[in-house]
């Protein structure tokens, strides 16, 4: 509980100083909350890598996706590093998997979107039984090189977005790779951090620039492509789920 109520005070501490964690544009209303946990999570892995070495991490395939790598084994920290795993954890039956991103270098604790991660999924399924039921993807227009959008009507759907994690009241739409793999449509939102902190003349071309959001946000992209900087725009990079 005294933990609990340290990070309590130190994220007050930073809210009354403008912010100095994250910036206002990149909050949502609930993310007081949540960056108390993080805080309180953070602190707990930096104790047990301390002690044992190690991190406290999942087993994972090398085809995981990159966000969904190093997802964080509460088993093994509560009791002795932690009083309680977090209520929005998905564990405690909330909405968020906790993960830990840059996990060799500097292992730093993020939270992944369940019920944005869940929907990706269920679309993916949908579009793999077109497939193999037609032989082709319900495939609409262009959207990038190497991507189109998702033709809803050959579904027998409503379109379909999630509710962006970085920006309130914004809609993420959905793409699709020209082979068939489902992901979140990450440009608006990369484009409008990039437009914020005018980064333009400051990106590599060959950077995932979705370290970006996962720099200034308590949240990793869920179920996303990786984006590079061509023609002046992020455009998602094919095969890179």
């Known amino acids: 509980m005294k933990r609990w109520l340290q990070a309590a005070s130190l994220l007050l501490v930073c809210t009354l100083l403008g912010g100095c964690m994250y910036p206002k544009e990149m909050r949502k209303e609930n993310q007081i909350a949540t960056g108390e946990y993080v805080i309180v999570v953070q602190n707990a892995i930096d104790q047990y890598k301390a002690k044992t070495g190690v991190l406290p991490i999942k087993n994972f395939e090398a085809t995981t996706p990159l966000y969904e790598q190093n997802a964080i084994d509460f088993k093994k920290l509560k009791g002795r590093y932690i009083s309680e795993v977090p209520a929005n954890a998905f564990e405690n039956g909330g909405t968020a998997t906790y993960v830990l991103v840059d996990a060799e270098t500097k292992p730093t604790v993020k939270m992944m979107d369940l019920p944005s991660f869940q929907l990706t999924v269920e679309l993916q399924q949908e579009v793999d039984r077109y497939k193999s039921k037609t032989g082709t993807l319900p495939a609409g227009e262009a959207v990038a090189p190497g991507f189109v959008a998702i033709d809803y009507a050959k579904l027998n759907r409503k379109p379909a977005e999630v509710d962006s994690m970085y920006t309130r009241s914004v809609k993420l739409p959905f793409l699709m790779s020209e082979s068939g793999q489902v992901g979140i449509d990450y440009a608006p939102e990369i484009m409008r951090l990039i437009d914020k902190k005018q980064l333009q003349s400051r990106l590599d071309a060959k950077q995932d620039l979705r370290a970006l959001l996962v720099q200034e946000s308590y949240f ?14 992020p455009l998602p990079v094919p095969e890179s789920f």
């Not at 992209?221 to 990786?226: C, E, H, L, N, V």
């Open 220 to 233: 990793v992209p869920a179920r996303s492509f990786a984006y590079s900087w061509k023609d002046n725009k």
